[in-house]
């Protein structure tokens, strides 16, 4: 069964300092996918960057970069330069199955960004 | 283009009450899904569906049903309320294959007293 580990309850970075969210999975399928997504104190659910285990580049979107490395089983959101309204809960997640029928969650890293 | 549209947003149940929380999609998606979301937990899968007319479990499906009889609607019903299923619930859809990522609803906040 596929396990998503987010090691980190919280996270504490100032503006314009880069942040790494740490990410451990843990799958038995060799095609498989992994997301983040964003949830400010609003509550919604913003998707911010994937990445399928057999692409040969990390991904990235804009100030988020995702650090895949498949042999450590881990994939570490990175975001540069934070802003203040990075101030949120970070969640890792996978596809629950190759076919990518819905996602398995971690509990979440919640980050603060302060000026 | 709505996207992912959720009713209501808020709910108080009694204890022993039935309710059906609503969620449709206007993209044309295969895949649809539930979970709630508790403090310290993350968000849980609750059940899942592939298409009209077929559903499977996820990580929590007890004291829950759900039924797909359009590609665009995915209610989920809670049978008898227990104060256990004090939650926020969000239900997300996505397009084949799941690397497009997946979209979510807004979310139902439901208290059971």
């Known amino acids: 069964a596929q396990k998503i580990t987010q090691t980190q309850p919280g996270m504490f970075v100032q503006e314009k300092e880069a942040v790494t969210l740490d990410c451990t999975y843990d799958t038995s399928d060799p095609s498989y996918g992994l997301f983040w997504y964003k949830q400010p104190s609003s509550g919604e659910m913003i998707f911010l960057i994937y990445?399928?285990?057999?692409?040969?580049q990390n991904a990235t979107e804009g100030r988020y970069s995702l650090n895949f490395q498949k042999a450590r089983k881990s994939a570490n959101l990175v975001i540069s330069a934070s802003q203040l309204g990075d101030s949120a809960m970070y969640f890792c997640a996978m596809k629950k199955t190759q076919a990518g029928t819905a996602l398995i969650f971690g509990k979440g890293t919640t980050l603060s960004v302060s000026s | 283009n709505a996207g992912v549209t959720q009713t209501p947003k808020f709910q108080v149940l009694k204890t022993g009450q039935s309710m059906t929380l609503q969620c449709a999609q206007d993209?044309?998606?295969?895949?649809m899904s539930w979970y709630r979301q508790d403090p310290g937990m993350g968000l849980r899968l609750i059940h899942y569906?592939?298409?009209?007319?077929?559903?499977d479990q996820g990580e929590v499906p007890n004291g829950y049903n759900v039924s797909r009889s359009t590609t665009e609607d995915f209610p989920l019903r809670l049978l008898s309320a227990a104060p256990s299923q004090t939650s926020v619930y969000f239900c997300?859809?996505?397009?084949?294959?799941?690397?497009?990522?997946?979209?979510f609803g807004s979310g139902t906040r439901l208290t059971v007293v």
């Open positions: 569906s592939v298409g009209a007319g077929i559903t």
């Open positions: 993209m044309n998606h295969e895949y």
């Open positions: 997300a859809s996505s397009r084949q294959g799941g690397s497009y990522g997946y979209t």
């Open positions: 990445q399928g285990s057999y692409d040969q």
